[in-house]
């Protein structure tokens, strides 16, 4: 089992940033894979960006590519998501995921083991 926390979400203006943090206990964190999902109000969660169990791998959605990204520190067992040239349609609940299994890309809701419980990113325009 592994508990993951998130925090970091707020109001910001668009075209500002934000940093997420998602700390992790339980398990032992560097064996996991850990990505950032969103829900929209009235949507579906989606998937935003994911990391390697070292960090030497990452993947995003194409809608965050080149505004947004994932880091890791596994010595502190947290995961960041540094958001920049943030847009109102940013605007939802992030949640941090890990996935523990071997050869599941962690890029979908159905590839996550565990959750977080999310925190609310709000942009205004």
């Known amino acids: 089992q592994v508990q993951l926390v998130e925090s970091g979400g707020g109001l910001v203006q668009a075209g500002g940033s934000l940093r997420l943090s998602c700390t992790a206990s339980?398990?032992?964190?560097?064996?996991?894979?850990v990505g950032w999902f969103r829900q929209a109000p009235g949507k579906e969660r989606e998937f935003v960006a994911a990391?390697?169990?070292?960090?030497?791998?990452?993947n995003y959605a194409d809608s965050v590519k080149g505004r947004f990204t994932i880091s890791r520190d596994n010595a502190k067992n947290t995961v960041y998501l540094q958001m920049n040239s943030l847009k109102p349609e940013d605007t939802a609940v992030y949640y941090c995921?890990?996935?523990?299994?071997?050869?599941?890309?962690?890029?979908?809701?159905?590839?996550?083991?565990?959750w977080g419980k999310g925190t609310l990113v709000t942009v205004s325009s």
């Open positions: 990391t390697s169990q070292s960090g030497g791998s990452t």
């Open positions: 995921g890990a996935s523990y299994r071997v050869g599941v890309l962690l890029r979908t809701t159905a590839a996550v083991q565990y």
């Open positions: 339980g398990r032992t964190f560097s064996n996991c894979q």
